[in-house]
């Protein structure tokens, strides 16, 4: 790695992290692994949507991406050089399983099997998410997530998984943001599997959420006491854009929508009454919500992945509004202080519950410079700012034990394609050389030092 000055580390703020805090990075299979068709994987939904035309900018898709089923090794070992402790990646259901179900490709869970022995042979702890968005395309083709079966079918796979990987994996997280694939799959349509359809959408987020339960019960099994098994949730914190009733009304309705639809279920076991009420306006998901369901969906967990990325602002007429300066995603406002706000709410609204954060990050214009190195000096305010707003939440008694930064290098980011770049590395797509950024030896330090 190229070395950069002591000044060059600037700025820290002081500010400790207890000990054994965990700092690391997060990935996602379909966005940095590419091999697409090798050793057997099956399709799934992204790779239908990123080849019809008009889905993806420039017509991009994930079928190499970082080419990281190849590069593994070497990229195993950056994370290590870089001094993470823990890494987040995802399974690939279609590789482990290519038909959605029904026989098991060895080479695809060997893939994993390899993936996690060569974490732990360089002393970093591997998190597992089972899903981030590639359903298997035989599913989908069968309903999807509004199918009931798919739920079922998930469970199967989760304990597949569990049964080959087991306690090598000290925590594991079942769905990841599934308010992303009701919102953006189901509802916008800007993402996979591309549905415009309200009345649907409602009645995936219920499957969903039934696929975390029956998951969790599916692989306890084969974990011992001491494994953990959780959510990942993208949760927003929703606040009125002024001090009027109405702002403050609509804004608690949004946070049904945007974050208790997810957190009740799964802490309470009960959907938000006033959001149920809402959907039944729109959507027949009360219908699907059998006898038991939620029950299961409330199977206790022990920890509670957090995903923050921005906050939203809502007018007295239900309009959302900026207020805070945008990064190069559109949809995202830079505002540190909303990470404190929600992580010192879950405590507050749901418990005690171990809190770790595996995704938080910005997109920045990433150039490699005549020097040969990327200055993104933007993604390190960025990090800093809201790495000490998750110092004050430990500070004022939040169970927060890590942090995982989104994301280790750049990758495919779905509709935007390779437009966006969130990595610490930078991706040279062409030849696929890694080149870490500046913030990824400011971060290297801030580890180093536990201390921001
Ligand atoms: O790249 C995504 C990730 O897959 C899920 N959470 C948000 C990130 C940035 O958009």
Redesign the pocket.
């Known amino acids: 790695m190229p070395v950069l000055a002591q000044s060059d580390e600037k700025p820290r703020l002081g500010l400790s992290f207890p000990e054994g805090f965990v700092w690391g990075a997060a990935t ?1 299979a379909y ?1 940095i692994e590419g091999a697409a068709n090798v050793d057997g994987r099956g399709p799934s939904v992204w790779d239908t949507f990123s080849r019809s035309p008009g889905k993806v900018r420039n017509g991009e898709t994930g079928d190499t991406a970082a080419d990281h089923y190849h590069r593994w090794q070497s990229d195993l070992d950056l994370i290590k050089q870089l001094g993470m402790r823990s890494y987040r990646f995802s399974i690939s259901w279609s590789r482990v399983l290519p038909g959605g179900w029904g026989p098991v490709n060895a080479k695809g869970l060997d893939f994993y099997k390899r993936l996690v022995a060569g974490l732990h042979e360089r002393g970093i702890a591997p998190m597992v998410t089972l899903y ?1 968005w590639d359903t298997p395309q035989t599913l989908q083709d069968l309903g999807g997530w509004e199918h009931r079966e798919t739920a079922y079918r998930f469970a199967d796979y989760a304990a597949i998984v569990a049964q080959a990987l087991g306690d090598a994996v000290p925590a594991w997280l079942t769905l ?2 599934p308010k ?1 694939i009701v919102q953006n799959g189901y509802l916008s349509g800007s993402h996979a599997p591309g549905r415009c359809d309200p009345a649907a959408a409602y009645v995936v987020a219920h499957h969903q959420m039934l696929a975390h339960g029956l998951a969790v019960q599916a692989m306890r099994p084969y974990l011992n006491n001491g494994t953990r098994i959780g959510p990942a949730l ?1 949760l927003h914190p929703c606040y009125p854009a002024d001090d009027s009733a109405q702002a403050v009304e609509q804004a608690h309705k949004l946070d049904g929508f945007e974050n208790r639809l997810y957190l009740d279920p799964i802490f309470k076991s009960a959907y938000p009454e006033d959001t149920l009420a809402a959907i039944a306006g729109i959507s027949p998901m009360a219908d699907h919500v059998l006898d038991g369901d939620l029950k299961t969906i409330g199977e206790p967990i022990d920890l509670l992945a957090v ?1 923050y ?1 921005t906050p939203i602002y809502v007018t007295a007429s239900g309009q959302t509004e900026q207020k805070h300066p945008l990064s190069k ?1 559109f949809w995202q406002q830079i505002y540190p202080q909303g990470l404190y706000d929600i992580l010192t709410r879950v405590k507050k609204d749901y418990g005690d519950i171990p809190l770790t954060i595996t ?1 938080n990050g910005l997109p920045t214009p990433d150039e490699v410079g005549p020097d040969g190195t990327v200055n993104d000096a933007g993604r390190i305010a960025f990090f800093r700012d809201h790495f000490a707003a998750a110092h004050r939440a430990i500070a004022d008694g939040v169970n927060l034990e890590s942090f995982h930064v ?2 280790l290098m750049d990758n495919f ?2 509709q935007e394609g390779y437009d966006e770049r ?1 990595g610490l590395v930078y991706v040279d797509y062409a030849t696929q050389q890694r080149i870490p950024k500046r913030s990824a030896h400011w971060y290297s330090g801030v580890i180093r030092d536990n201390q921001v």
Do not use: I
């Open positions: 996602s966005q981030h990841n943001e992303t993208n995903q990325y995603a995704e989104w994301s980011e779905w969130w």
